[in-house]
């Protein structure tokens, strides 16, 4: 049996507070009967408050869009998993590409920044992809089974039961060139492969890959048929609350 769906919107660095809170109660009142999918959204550190008080007793989890590995301490400007989850978080994405790109992020933090909210009892959604040159040269499978391999050392397969992947090739990010269904399923499989190899069937066959770089309403449903394609992490089209809800509503009928 397929694991159940994830569709995640990840905010990046848009909206203030205010603006946040505007959309969060409007993607609430468009989303709350769609119960075929788990439905999480990423807005930034400083919306995190609001929005979880708006989404209070909606089906709508709330992560975050990166975290610090220590729990406290003099570390300026960064946030802990426990301050996450007070502030009503349950999910994390980590290592997405562009924190790896203007950020300095690593397979080797992103390895700690797992450990710290998989110890916190956060899921961490772990983002790996390959370049345009890396794809072209031929590299797609090295490059995620290093970030996979580097960044989910030492996690027993105990731990991977807690985690979520998402493939996102960073040439479809915020591109309009999503990547073919047959392409995102290809490297799906593989990776399930792999985890199928470390950790076995049950771990393999629960493991939620999200595919992610350009999803829109349009491209969802085809996506989602796919074997290994278990939800999304969408970026700008998780701006608007009605691009978002079509979103998770065309995933349901691909299903
Ligand atoms: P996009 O971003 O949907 O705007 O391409 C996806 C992501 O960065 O997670």
Not at 230 to 244: H, Y
Request: net charge negative; with cysteine; glycine share 10%.
């Amino acid at each position: 049996m397929k694991p159940k769906p994830l569709i995640a919107g990840n905010w990046k660095m848009y909206k203030t507070g205010p603006q946040a809170s505007e959309l969060a109660s409007r993607l609430k009142s468009l989303v709350s009967d769609f119960t075929e999918v788990d439905i999480m959204i990423a807005p930034p550190f400083t919306a995190l408050g609001v929005v979880a008080e708006i989404l209070k007793g909606s089906p709508i989890d709330i992560g975050a869009q990166d975290i610090f590995w220590e729990t406290e301490g003099p570390y300026t400007g960064e946030i802990s998993a426990p301050m996450l989850k007070a502030a009503g978080c349950s999910y994390v994405i980590i290592g997405h590409s562009e924190r790896r790109q203007y950020f300095g992020e690593t397979n080797q933090s992103v390895n700690r920044k797992i450990k710290a909210a998989v110890g916190a009892g956060l899921v961490p959604v772990v983002c790996v992809g390959e370049s345009e040159s890396e794809r072209e040269s031929g590299q797609t499978f090295s490059v995620v089974q290093k970030q996979l391999e580097e960044g989910l050392k030492g996690f027993s397969a105990g731990d991977l039961r807690a985690v979520v992947i998402a493939y996102e090739p960073v040439w479809a990010i915020g591109t309009g060139r999503t990547a073919t269904r047959e392409q995102a399923q290809e490297v799906h499989s593989f990776m399930r492969n792999r985890i199928r190899a470390a950790c076995g069937n049950s771990v393999a066959n629960a493991l939620r890959i999200l595919y992610g770089g350009s999803v829109k309403p349009e491209n969802i449903a085809g996506l989602m048929a796919m074997e290994d394609i278990n939800g999304a992490l969408v970026g700008g089209a998780s701006l608007d609350a009605e691009s978002f809800a079509a979103i998770i509503r065309n995933a349901i009928e691909g299903l």
